[in-house]
Nanobody, 124 residues
Framework: QVQLVESGGGLVQAGGSLRLSCAASGRTLRSYVMGWFRQAPGKEREYVGSITRNGRNTYYTDAVKGRFTISTDNAKNTAYLQMDSLKPEDTAVYYC?????????????????WGQGTQVTVSS
């Protein structure tokens, strides 16, 4: 079983950047599809993007495509979410999650392992 710990959230002005980290322990990230989700106040938790086990393929929701980049560092057993050109509507708690699904999935129910979340606030 893998344990996930996010870090890197904070307050940033619109147009700025943040990089979130998701450090894994217990098992190698290569065993999982890694996903990023976010939840704004009063809203459902939504899919942001995901990366395949081999790190070769990434997928994003349309709202962040071209601005966010997911990557993994196998040596550090850590996944990253690089967020550029941030907008106030990106404000949310961001979660990383791990799935044993055969391929990348947007369905949060396919992710049994979750980090504790990290707050990202984008001011206008």
């Amino acid at each position: 079983q893998v344990q996930l710990v996010e870090s890197g959230g904070g307050l940033v002005q619109a147009g700025g950047s943040l990089r979130l980290s998701c450090a894994a322990s217990g098992r190698t990230l290569r065993s999982y599809v890694m996903g990023w989700f976010r939840q704004a106040p009063g809203k459902e938790r939504e899919y942001v993007g995901s990366i395949t086990r081999n790190g070769r393929n990434t997928y994003y929701t349309d709202a962040v495509k071209g601005r966010f980049t997911i990557s993994t560092d196998n040596a550090k057993n850590t996944a990253y979410l690089q967020m550029d050109s941030l907008k106030p509507e990106d404000t949310a708690v961001y979660y990383c999650a791990a799935s044993l699904a055969a391929t990348s999935t947007r369905n949060r129910n396919d992710y049994p392992y979750w980090g504790q979340g990290t707050q990202v606030t984008v001011s206008s």
